[in-house]
């Protein structure tokens, strides 16, 4: 929701709102797969998927939306609201690229993201970068803050 919302408001990304609704139907739909599953949760989502298809498939989200039992039209629903405050994570996840491919993953708690020192070392302990790195020299190690880790060999 917060992701369409900063796109159709900002700079009108059509195409990031689309690959950003197929990303979700992805996730929701391995959910949708688990042996547990909320049926009032899928109802509840399927609701708001239907608001959030609306300025792209318009005929599409009316047709749904009535087949789900609401009256009137999607668009008089309104659009969606998130809660910012459910969107702060307390970690990041870091790649850790060595020689240009990504071999390894930090988690690291969020204020750390920001500390390219931290990070550096959080990569240079990491036990497979350790392995991949061994007999190795490290020519250059770049930290971009929140981003990722980039190491250059010999």
Not at 98 to 108: P, S
Not at 135 to 144: C, M, P, Q, S
Request: charged content about 25%; glycine content about 6%; hydrophobic content about 40%.
């Amino acid at each position: 929701v917060k992701k369409l919302t900063d796109e159709l408001e900002g700079r009108l990304g059509l195409n990031t709102c689309v690959a950003a609704l197929m990303e979700f139907h992805s996730t929701f739909a391995e959910y949708c797969q688990r042996e547990s599953v909320d049926p009032g949760l899928i109802r509840h989502v399927l609701h708001h998927m239907c608001q959030l298809l609306a300025p792209f498939a318009p005929f599409v989200s009316e047709e749904l939306w009535h087949r789900l039992g609401n009256e009137g039209s999607v668009l008089e629903a309104g659009w969606p609201q998130y809660d910012s405050r459910a969107l702060i994570s307390e970690t990041v996840e870091i790649p850790v690229q060595i020689d240009g491919k990504i071999r390894a993953r930090l988690q690291v708690p969020a204020e750390t993201a920001d500390d390219s020192q931290a990070l550096q070392d959080a990569a240079m302990s990491h036990a497979d970068v350790c392995a991949r790195l061994e007999g190795r020299t490290v020519r250059r190690l770049i930290a971009v803050p929140r981003k990722m880790v980039s190491i250059v060999t010999q």
